[in-house]
């Protein structure tokens, strides 16, 4: 049944107005008169937590289908590498020298959202929706005239949307495994710059997905190959054999938005 075709039942909306307007009494202040689907301390409480966790799998879900997200490139990178005109406010030497890499995620999804104009729906750029590196994949995709998507999470800092998210494709999670998966559900390309522990936690999880089949190979790219090779000895996990050689091949390293681009263009699945 479509969204036009007239329904039997009273519309939910309906309902919940009406209550407003009925007498104020004892009884219909009381929280047990609340209709379910309008109590927030109902929809709160830990015995609603599998309800609470299929909505927030739904919302987001309706919405790109309903604007027509056909696939995504996901963009991860640390909040903290500010744009160069800013390198000032870095709280480390290495930060401020890490703003070029602000310059190539930036230019980067420019590039990427340029060539997916032909409809608008394909490979359209996808990040946390906060500041750094997030920032300037939303901030390159609005230069390039096309939309992008910020995946926001609730936490005590760092965490506001950025201002070059696309409004009606910036969405707020509750869950971090709901909101995980909402990256990956229509990846077409996973592209990860240098960044901390939330970085990592979603570069490996979508590695660990790719390594065992639960998701098909994508290509992988890994911005700053000297950064990679200096926090993960990536040698050492294969010759200890907790992970193959061709495991290695999942991914690649990249240093620019055009070797980047070329790279995704050209890719072909790795043999397994």
Not at 49 to 75: A, D, F, H, W
Not at 142 to 163: F, K, R, W, Y
Not at 247 to 256: H, N, Q, R, Y
Request: glycine content about 6%; aromatic content about 10%; charged content about 25%.
């Amino acid at each position: 049944m479509s969204n036009d075709t007239p329904r039997p039942f009273r519309d939910a909306y309906a309902d919940i107005e009406t209550v407003r307007e009925i007498p104020d009494t004892p009884q219909t202040r009381a929280p047990a008169y609340r209709l379910a689907f309008a109590d927030p301390e109902f929809l709160c409480r830990d015995e609603l937590r599998p309800v609470r966790l299929q909505l927030e799998l739904l919302k987001p879900e309706l919405v790109m289908s309903e604007y027509g997200i056909e696939s995504t490139i996901v963009l991860f990178g640390s909040a903290r590498i500010p744009e160069p005109a800013k390198r000032d406010t870095a709280r480390t030497k290495t930060l401020a020298d890490f703003t070029r890499y602000y310059d190539e995620a930036r230019e980067f999804a420019r590039l990427m959202t340029a060539k997916s104009q032909a409809n608008g729906k394909s490979n359209v750029i996808v990040t946390g929706g906060g500041p750094g590196i997030m920032e300037a994949g939303n901030r390159g995709a609005a230069e390039a005239g096309g939309v992008s998507i910020g995946l926001n999470i609730v936490l005590p800092h760092e965490q506001a949307p950025n201002e070059w998210v696309t409004p009606d494709l910036c969405f707020n999670f509750h869950y971090f495994g709901i909101r995980k998966m909402h990256f990956l559900l229509r990846a077409s390309a996973i592209v990860i710059f240098p960044g901390g522990f939330g970085t990592l936690d979603e570069m490996f999880e979508a590695l660990t997905l790719i390594q065992t089949g639960r998701m098909a190979p994508v290509p992988f790219l890994l911005f700053g190959r000297s950064f990679w090779e200096t926090v993960i000895n990536w040698d050492a996990l294969a010759e200890a054999g907790t992970i193959t050689r061709a495991d290695l091949s999942l991914f690649s390293f990249v240093e620019t938005a055009q070797e980047a681009v070329a790279v995704i263009e050209n890719w072909t699945p790795p043999a397994r």
